[in-house]
């Protein structure tokens, strides 16, 4: 049985895996826990993100690809999206349309979510 995907969620999923395997189109942060990795674990934590493929209903119930978590060197990571105005004081009020939404992937250890 397969489950039909809404056009809007997409168009939504698209723009969320180009920004997150080429970290374009996207402002990307990562949190101190991440910073203080030494640079090879860093390395290798961006590159599971950008690499991550494994979606499943329970991680993405809206087929956005919105949320990985991630499993390095016996710990849990989390990726996200947020959807911002293009002001940025608030949240978008539609993710699909990419010249009135700023995206925001987060990237931390399981503990800061």
Not at 7 to 35: A, W, Y
Not at 58 to 81: R, S, T, Y
Not at 103 to 109: A, E, P, S
Request: hydrophobic share 35%.
């Amino acid at each position: 049985m397969t489950t039909a995907v809404a056009p809007k969620s997409e168009l939504i999923r698209t723009i969320n895996d180009r920004c997150r395997k080429h970290f374009l189109g996207c402002q990307v942060m990562i949190t101190p826990s991440v910073q203080e990795l030494a640079d090879e674990e860093r390395v290798q934590l961006l590159s599971a993100v950008r690499e991550f493929n494994q979606f499943d209903a329970d991680n993405d119930p809206h087929h956005e690809h919105d949320f990985g978590a991630i499993e390095l060197h016996g710990q849990k990571w989390f990726w996200k999206f947020d959807y911002y105005a293009p002001d940025m004081h608030m949240g978008s009020d539609d993710p699909a349309d990419i010249e009135n939404t700023r995206r925001v992937l987060t990237i931390m250890h399981a503990n800061e979510y």
